[in-house]
């Protein structure tokens, strides 16, 4: 696979995080619906498949920090850097993985969203209190096709994710296995791949986006970690059957914001009046406001974030195609106002974001480079062994 500079998400044209789990399903000989678009990623067939998911581990900061990656620098020249799409939110990105559809089609249109018809938002990674995610969202995932068409599909994950909120909207499919470790996860793998001459095992991996959350993207921890990582995906790389492909990808990347390049809605009375809901996604805020004060609000958000921030409506950023193509029952889902940041600010709300959570120096959501862009490494099964 040729590198590839990375499309915005507003441009539809290129391979994006949303077709590396189709073509994969492709490689196993599992065709894709006639509903759904055609992976613009090709891979060549395989008997066999691994995906690794690594959150957080942005295509940019990768090459950035490539020192402290020895396998995965020895791919970056076959490696793929493409967009997970709008907003960069783990949230967002395992609904875009899991389905092979873009947000606008999956509802899965932010870390915090609102829920139509009960005045409330929705935490789409923690999933407390939440609807249904099977009527939530109603696609078909990768997973669940692969597993459908006889090819044995297995997860690997914290204990928490099975039967999750999140896992159940995004990612069911098949049978999943817990394990703590990312070494006991790699051994779980190589147990599933090697139990049945077809198979499709995911992997899945959060330390390095929580490090990267405490510490930094540019910290040593991350640096420490990214080694870590690194290590255990070589391992799983060498260990695999000859008739088993490794795919290799991410949901976001990351940028690191100082504490006092931020402002706080809670100290600001521009920011909050009229502004009924805020969501908590400190580099891509969605609004929900009192009727009729939406462009009197966008017109207050504007004018404290300048030239730091764009405020768009809704209808803006539909027209746009930052969510993508985005189905009618969507579209209340999605803020009145959908705020982007540039460079290495935030806006946060310490009215409900945790301590913890303003305490945060990476952070990602909006539209950079360095949050939307990732990589898509891909190790034919030939070339695994």
Request: charged share 25%; hydrophobic share 45%.
């Amino acid at each position: 696979m040729a590198a590839a500079d990375v499309g915005h998400p507003l441009d539809g044209d290129g391979p994006a995080l949303a077709d590396v789990l189709p073509a994969v399903a492709v490689s196993l000989g599992v065709p894709t619906p006639a509903d759904r678009p055609t992976p613009r990623i090709e891979l060549a067939p395989t008997r066999r498949a691994v995906t690794v998911l690594v959150d957080g581990l942005g295509h940019d900061l990768l090459v950035r920090r490539a020192g402290h990656a020895p396998f995965l620098r020895s791919l970056l020249a076959s490696t793929r850097r493409v967009p997970a799409g709008f907003p960069s939110t783990t949230a967002t990105s395992m609904g875009t993985f899991g389905t092979g559809l873009a947000a606008g089609q999956h509802g899965m249109v932010g870390y915090e969203v609102l829920v139509p018809g009960e005045d409330r938002l929705l935490n789409e990674l923690s999933w407390e209190d939440g609807p249904d995610p099977f009527r939530w969202q109603p696609h078909e995932t990768v997973f669940e096709r692969v597993d459908r068409a006889g090819v044995p599909v297995t997860r690997l994950g914290p204990a928490f994710f099975d039967g999750s909120g999140l896992t159940n909207a995004a990612l069911r499919g098949g049978r999943f296995v817990a394990a703590d470790s990312l070494a006991k996860r790699v051994d779980a793998t190589l147990a599933a791949v090697r139990a049945t001459p077809r198979a499709l095992v995911h992997l899945y991996w959060g330390d390095l986006d929580k490090v990267g959350h405490v510490f930094g993207c540019d910290s040593w921890q991350w640096g420490d970690e990214l080694e870590a990582v690194d290590r255990e995906l070589a391992r799983l790389a060498a260990s695999l059957p000859r008739d088993c492909s490794l795919t290799i990808t991410a949901d976001h990347g990351m940028v690191d914001v100082p504490l006092h390049d931020r402002v706080d809605v809670a100290d600001d009375s521009r920011l909050s009046t009229g502004a009924r809901h805020v969501s908590v996604e400190f580099r891509a805020p969605q609004v929900w406001t009192e009727p009729g004060a939406t462009e009197d609000v966008r017109a207050a958000w504007a004018e404290v974030l300048g030239d730091r921030a764009r405020v768009a409506t809704r209808e803006e950023a539909v027209a746009a195609g930052w969510f993508g193509v985005v189905h009618p029952e969507n579209l209340p889902r999605i803020g009145d106002l959908v705020v982007v940041t540039h460079g290495t600010f935030a806006v946060a709300d310490s009215r409900r974001a945790r301590p913890e959570l303003l305490a945060l120096i990476g952070l990602h959501g909006s539209l950079s480079a360095d949050e939307v862009a990732v990589p898509v490494v891909h190790v034919d099964a030939a070339d695994v062994a």
